[in-house]
């Protein structure tokens, strides 16, 4: 599994702060791990900064929870999110903070979002996706099971199963995040073998 591989000393700030800076990125409370495709913290970021349109590539996490009949949990973004918001996207999906590592933040994420803590997950792939805005590291992970969520509703609009015919029949139609939609061809026949 790709593990994040932190400095002995505490990574520097991206990009390095000058006078004018400093007081706008003061304000920003979540802070990133700024690294390489192997998972070697370079740096950290503010959440500002990485989604800035600079592009530090950060590493985040992805759960697709799938049930015993072959349905797949998405969630559908909260309308307040600023990125992809009220599109349908994988079950969890999140940051990982500073000095986290990622299961830690797989964790976190599944618990904020879906109340979600009892589960093994299974490591599916890490990749490299980059929109308009950001670079990330994406570390994909699956739970098989037949699970009770509670959607947070300040996180999350809502939360359902959907049959994968009918995940594809929407492909393509702006219902899912193009994030989404990539990593699930990606994805689709090793989420299935777990079955």
């Known amino acids: 599994m790709l593990e994040l591989v932190y400095p002995d000393e505490v990574a520097p700030v991206l ?17 990133f791990p700024v690294v390489e495709p ?3 913290v370079v740096g950290r970021a503010s959440r500002r900064y990485c989604h800035s349109g600079a ?9 697709h929870i799938m049930d015993r009949f072959s349905r797949l949990y998405l969630q559908k973004r909260s309308a307040a999110k600023d990125i992809q918001p009220g599109k349908w996207d994988t079950a969890v999906g999140g940051h990982v903070d500073y000095g986290e590592s990622i299961i830690e933040a797989l964790y976190r994420e599944a ?4 109340g979600f803590s009892e589960f093994n997950p299974v490591r599916i792939m890490s990749y490299v996706f980059e929109s308009e805005v950001e670079k990330e590291l994406v570390n994909v992970f699956a739970a098989i099971g037949n699970f009770t969520l509670h ?8 939360g359902r199963f959907w049959d ?3 995940i594809e029949e929407n492909f393509g139609k702006s219902v899912f995040t193009p994030n989404f939609e990539q990593e699930y061809l990606r994805i689709r026949d090793r989420l299935t073998a777990l079955l």
């Open 15 to 31: 990009p390095p702060f000058s006078i004018e800076t400093k007081e706008e990125y003061a304000e920003d409370r979540e802070w």
């Open 111 to 114: 618990s904020e979002e879906l």
């Open 55 to 63: 592009k530090p590539l950060h590493p985040v996490v992805h759960l």
């Open 164 to 166: 994968l015919e009918e």
């Open 151 to 158: 959607p947070d509703t300040e996180e999350i609009d809502e």
């Open 38 to 40: 192997s998972g070697m």
